[in-house]
């Protein structure tokens, strides 16, 4: 079964603009990651951030953590078509193994 | 590109079939995962092994198995193919060494895509 649930589903921006994902969870977790894919190709690693941290950037992605609440957000900044993909955030707890969830789907229009 | 390797790239066949997934992790990983992901399923996580044992099952069927050899390649089998089989099957390598988990990031290979028809 899947452990984080990302939302949207899809969303859909003009270049330039801010992008928000969230991704809730159901149990107690060690860190978080967030993952983005293109369509069909493999996952490329975006960003961990650990339960003890509240928030992280990198570059244009920045991401929060609220254990409390149980969920996540990634915001990309400054939005570009290149942007346009999966992301997907995947939990990783004591009990259990590495889950992804459904993802959510963004398109950057130009 | 993430270091990691799966073969082949595409794979069509009949149903009732054996095929055979290979995976190369990145040098210096000793954890492979593997994934499948469909449309109506989203990504599933099948199996994990670490140092050439299974340390982890996520949602594997008795169709399928999996080993991961002393040079540390993963093999993906599965059996007895169904038209439900037909999906993109990732593998990942990490070198957390944790059991079960991924407490560092994960590569992932470009993926097989297998049809049966």
């Known amino acids: 079964s899947q452990q984080g649930e990302e939302d949207p589903q899809a969303l859909s921006i003009q270049e330039g603009e801010n992008a928000t994902m969230n991704c809730s969870y159901k149990t107690s977790i060690n860190n978080l990651q967030w993952y983005r894919q293109n369509s069909g190709r493999g996952l490329v690693h975006l960003i961990l951030?650990?339960?003890?941290?509240r928030e992280k950037h990198s570059g244009r992605l920045r991401v929060t953590l609220d254990t409390s609440k149980k969920s996540s957000s990634l915001l990309i900044t400054a939005s570009r078509a290149a942007d346009t993909a999966s992301y997907f955030c995947a939990t990783d707890s004591k009990d259990n193994d590495m889950r992804f969830g459904a993802g959510t789907r963004l398109t950057v229009k130009p | 590109d993430s270091g990691v390797t799966q073969t082949p790239k595409h794979l069509i066949t009949a149903t009732g079939q054996r095929v055979t997934l290979r995976c190369s992790p990145r040098s210096g990983d000793l954890s492979v995962y593997w994934y499948q992901q469909s449309l109506d399923q989203g990504l599933q996580f099948l199996i994990q092994?670490?140092?050439?044992?299974?340390?982890a099952k996520g949602n594997i069927l008795e169709r399928f198995s999996a080993q991961q050899f002393p040079d540390l390649h993963s093999e993906l089998n599965l059996s007895s193919l169904e038209l439900g089989d037909s999906a993109l099957y990732f593998c990942a390598s990490s070198v957390s060494p944790s059991a079960g988990r991924m407490n560092t990031e994960a590569f992932f290979g470009q993926g097989t895509r297998l049809t049966v028809v």
């Open positions: 951030i650990r339960s003890n941290e």
């Open positions: 092994y670490y140092n050439g044992e299974e340390r």
